[in-house]
T-cell receptor, first 112, second 113 residues
Framework: GDSVTQMEGPVTLSEEAFLTINCTYTATGYPSLFWYVQYPGEGLQLLLKATKADDKGSNKGFEATYRKETTSFHLEKGSVQVSDSAVYFCALWFTSGSRLTFGEGTQLTVNP | NAGVTQTPKFQVLKTGQSMTLQCAQDMNHNSMYWYRQDPGMGLRLIYYSASEGTTDKGEVPNGYNVSRLNKREFSLRLESAAPSQTSVYFC????????????FGPGTRLTVT
């Protein structure tokens, strides 16, 4: 079945550090890929997405590129802020399907 | 617009008790979903409703039932709660069928003792 694997957390960085959160997937076919973010005490919000190979999703300084050859969708940000502290989820979706398949989530803490 | 709302925010049950989690959306979305979130496991789909009048099982449906009351509301019922159902429950909605973004509610934290 389809699955998503994220790098183990938690991740702790200092403000202005470079962030990478790895995400790889296993799927038959070509899903759409997503990053969702969950701030403390809240539900998930869509951060960015890519729907086909080589697409780059971007939002709020975060970027991720859909790499079909490595089945990856790594999340990056050049300079993190304290306000980026949250849990980040990678997920995949098939247009013909019925569900989002989530990774286990990566807790990010950014210290001033 | 309130988006997706859930009630209650917190609930403590004893083993064997029943309860219903309520979810409503005001975005005129067709599809609605119930997930549970457990540490280290991401979100897992319990049930979903692709459109008003239909419901289907997700990845972990055992011990739950759902009702799509109308286009706005989608409830999740635990008939006989078990400690294994201690979790955070999220409701989500999606416009569908060609829009893939899901909108999530704030969650219900349930503890079963």
């Amino acid at each position: 079945g389809d699955s998503v694997t994220q790098m183990e957390g938690p991740v702790t960085l200092s403000e202005e550090a470079f962030l990478t959160i790895n995400c790889t997937y296993t799927a038959t076919g070509y899903p759409s890929l997503f990053w969702y973010v969950q701030y403390p005490g809240e539900g998930l919000q869509l951060l960015l997405k890519a729907t086909k190979a080589d697409d780059k999703g971007s939002n709020k300084g975060f970027e991720a590129t859909y790499r079909k050859e490595t089945t990856s969708f790594h999340l990056e940000k050049g300079s993190v802020q304290v306000s980026d502290s949250a849990v980040y989820f990678c997920a995949l979706w098939f247009t013909s399907g019925s569900r989002l398949t989530f990774g286990e989530g990566t807790q990010l803490t950014v210290n001033p | 617009n309130a988006g997706v709302t859930q009630t209650p925010k917190f609930q403590v049950l004893k083993t064997g008790q029943s309860m219903t989690l309520q979810c409503a959306q005001d975005m005129n979305h067709n599809s609605m979903y119930w997930y549970r979130q457990d540490p280290g496991m991401g979100l897992r789909l319990i049930y979903y409703s692709a459109s008003e009048g239909t419901t289907d099982k997700g990845e972990v449906p055992n011990g739950y039932n759902v009702s799509r009351l109308n286009k706005r509301e989608f409830s999740l019922r635990l008939e006989s709660a078990a400690p294994s159902q201690t979790s955070v429950y999220f409701c989500a909605s999606r416009q569908g069928p060609f829009n893939d973004e899901q909108y999530f509610g704030p969650g219900t934290r349930l503890t079963v003792t």
